[in-house]
């Protein structure tokens, strides 16, 4: 039986050079983008969550300060992700069976994407689970603990990608409706699709609970 304690590695430490603007503060209606994640990943029931900081990571912290999340500086961020991953993995509760890795720049990934990711981990044979969306590989990725070592043994070169791509057999390809797996934001034309498709959505479950109480209403079904 598998170990069902899942962490979040949430990767924010880059420079967001090719933005000009710095992403994980980037707004999303009333939440900045690194807050979005933080809340999908806590509402999912993921209650060991690393973040790691390193370009303006004092900023992260302060915006993160009224949630329950870890902070871990990757001091070599210039060198990039993959060396965010290996301090964010060297951080991770040692009980944990399975992680998801999320970069900052795919920021509307839904809660029930995440927890659809969890059980499927759990009820599948495989240690590797992809989300996609018509049939194309998104974020986050669900990596079994058997490979944390091997990952942290890595030189890096080809990144997070090579590694897991030798284990193509133990991956599973797990269809979701979530488009928002596949949405990035490199660019400012990137941010500014990606805001569309924000408010394309409309409110979310919880939103419409916080409109509705104003007037002492609520949700039935």
Same mark, same amino acid.
């Given at each position: 039986?598998?170990?069902?304690?899942?962490?979040?590695?949430?990767?924010?430490?880059?420079?967001?050079?090719?933005?000009?603007?710095?992403?994980?503060?980037?707004?999303?209606?009333?939440?900045? +983008? /690194? @807050?979005?994640?933080?809340? *999908?990943? !806590?509402?999912?029931?993921?209650?060991?969550?690393? #973040?790691?900081?390193?370009?303006?990571?004092?900023?992260?912290?302060?915006?993160?300060?009224?949630?329950?999340?870890?902070?871990?500086?990757?001091?070599?961020?210039?060198?990039?992700?993959?060396?965010?991953?290996?301090?964010?993995?060297? +951080? /991770? @509760?040692?009980?944990?069976? *399975?992680? !998801?890795?999320?970069?900052?720049?795919?920021?509307? #990934?839904?809660?029930?994407?995440?927890?659809?990711?969890?059980?499927?981990?759990?009820?599948?044979?495989?240690?590797?689970?992809?989300?996609?969306?018509?049939?194309?590989?998104?974020?986050?990725?669900?990596?079994?603990?058997?490979?944390?070592?091997?990952?942290?043994?890595?030189?890096?070169?080809?990144?997070?990608?090579?590694?897991?791509?030798?284990?193509?057999?133990?991956?599973?390809?797990?269809?979701?409706?979530?488009?928002?797996?596949?949405?990035?934001?490199?660019?400012?034309?990137?941010?500014?699709?990606?805001?569309?498709?924000?408010?394309?959505?409309?409110?979310?479950?919880?939103?419409?609970?916080?409109?509705?109480?104003?007037?002492?209403?609520?949700?039935?079904?």
């Amino acid at each position: 039986m598998k170990n069902k304690k899942i962490s979040s590695i949430i990767l924010s430490a880059g420079f967001s050079s090719r933005m000009g603007s710095f992403k994980p503060l980037l707004k999303f209606g009333d939440y900045t +983008a /690194i @807050e979005t994640i933080i809340k *999908a990943h !806590l509402n999912s029931g993921i209650n060991d969550i690393v #973040v790691v900081i390193g370009h303006r990571g004092d900023e992260v912290r302060e915006t993160l300060e009224d949630y329950k999340v870890k902070f871990v500086k990757n001091e070599n961020y210039a060198q990039g992700m993959f060396s965010s991953v290996v301090s964010g993995l060297q +951080a /991770i @509760e040692r009980e944990a069976g *399975a992680f !998801l890795v999320q970069p900052v720049d795919i920021p509307l #990934v839904k809660e029930n994407t995440i927890k659809s990711l969890k059980s499927q981990y759990i009820h599948s044979d495989k240690g590797i689970i992809y989300p996609t969306f018509c049939g194309r590989k998104g974020h986050p990725p669900l990596i079994d603990c058997k490979y944390k070592q091997e990952i942290l043994d890595s030189n890096g070169d080809g990144g997070l990608k090579r590694i897991l791509e030798k284990y193509k057999d133990d991956a599973e390809y797990y269809p979701t409706f979530d488009e928002a797996v596949l949405k990035d934001m490199d660019t400012p034309e990137a941010y500014e699709i990606l805001l569309a498709y924000y408010f394309s959505e409309g409110p979310t479950r919880n939103e419409w609970e916080r409109i509705l109480s104003i007037y002492n209403l609520r949700i039935t079904s």
